[in-house]
């Protein structure tokens, strides 16, 4: 490919991206186009279900073929705080079913989903509570929403990991800020997943393209491991299924000779089975997130726009 198709094919897939972004902040449209039978087909290949009991189900059939899952709930900015005390919940209801089955699930929160709009301390005492109800069990991921949030979540992971050995967070790649926001975490020995980012952030403080996005990945990936390979505490998750990003990264932690108590690869639930798949055969530690519930548009419209080549599934659905 020469400099202007690439160019080219850049500046389409940034528009298809940007489309596909506004798309999930319409309300219309996502009050809409979920009814619609060819979307709800569609969708059924990310998410197994809209109950815990669904994706504790998948996590089941998963862990029989050796891999490993992370859950999440779907939903953001819930305005009560008895809506967040109910997300606690459930969250710990999954946990308790995962530990009956003796299966290897860890969970998956995002702040706006336990009170961050309401104020840290609400926040902060509901992640807690989950924290140490997954101790001596699996790590507590806290996912990273758009920038809006970015400072408030970093507190809380901070304030967090001061207490809960067992915390991760999640840095986007695509933000300008997170080499030096990385830098500062790494004293702490940090578990962090590392993903590109998928919300519409504006240019100056997000990388508009994709390659400036996936250099700064790889520097960044670097960086934490680097520091394990020194000696230093901390986890690294490769949250994406870009290959560009997975191949080097993993050849580079077997050569820091990164084990899976420091390492492994991230997958979202029905993408790129091909590739989990080979990753397992060369006996890469992987691990799947598994999302569920009924708020699932917008998340499904900002996988899409992680990866503009599902929309040719959508449109076979279409067809179907």
């Known amino acids: ?99 009956e089955r003796a299966l290897d699930i860890e969970v998956s929160i995002k702040p706006t989903h ?14 807690s509570t989950l924290a140490t109800h997954a101790a001596g069990y699996g790590t507590l991921w806290i996912d990273m929403e758009s920038s809006a949030y970015t400072d408030a979540t970093l507190e809380l992971f901070r ?26 975490l790494l004293q702490i020995g940090p578990r962090i997943r590392l993903v590109k980012g998928a919300y519409a952030e504006p240019e100056n403080i997000a990388y508009p393209q994709k390659d400036d996005v996936d250099r700064n990945y790889l520097s960044l990936a670097e960086t934490l491991i680097s520091h394990l390979e020194r000696g230093g505490n901390g986890f690294l998750a490769l949250g994406t299924h870009d290959s560009a990003m997975i191949n080097p990264s993993v050849d580079r932690a077997r050569e820091a000779g990164l084990g899976r108590d420091h390492f492994e690869v991230e997958f979202l639930y029905g993408i790129r089975r091909k590739e989990q798949k080979r990753l397992v055969e060369r006996e890469v530690p992987i691990r799947i997130l598994i999302s569920y519930g009924d708020a699932w548009f917008p998340w499904y419209m900002r996988r899409l726009a992680e990866r503009p080549a599902n929309i040719w599934f959508v449109m076979r659905s279409l067809v179907r």
Request: with cysteine.
């Open 1 to 99: 490919m020469d400099v202007t198709q690439h160019f080219v094919q850049n500046r389409d897939m940034n528009l298809i991206r940007r489309t596909l972004l506004w798309a999930s902040t319409n309300t219309w449209i996502a009050s809409h186009l979920p009814r619609r039978k060819f979307v709800q087909r569609a969708v059924r290949r990310f998410i197994p279900g809209e109950s815990v009991g669904d994706v504790i189900t998948e996590s089941e059939r998963l862990y029989k073929q050796n891999i490993p899952t992370i859950i999440t709930m779907l939903g953001e900015n819930v305005e009560t705080r008895e809506g967040t005390w109910q997300i606690v919940d459930e969250y710990r209801r999954a946990m308790d079913s995962a530990r």
């Open 114 to 127: 336990l009170g961050l709009d309401m104020g840290d301390a609400l926040t902060f005492k509901n992640v």
């Open 159 to 184: 304030a967090l990991r001061a207490e809960h050995v067992n915390v991760g967070i999640c840095l986007q790649a695509y933000l300008k800020r997170t080499a030096d926001d990385l830098e500062s």
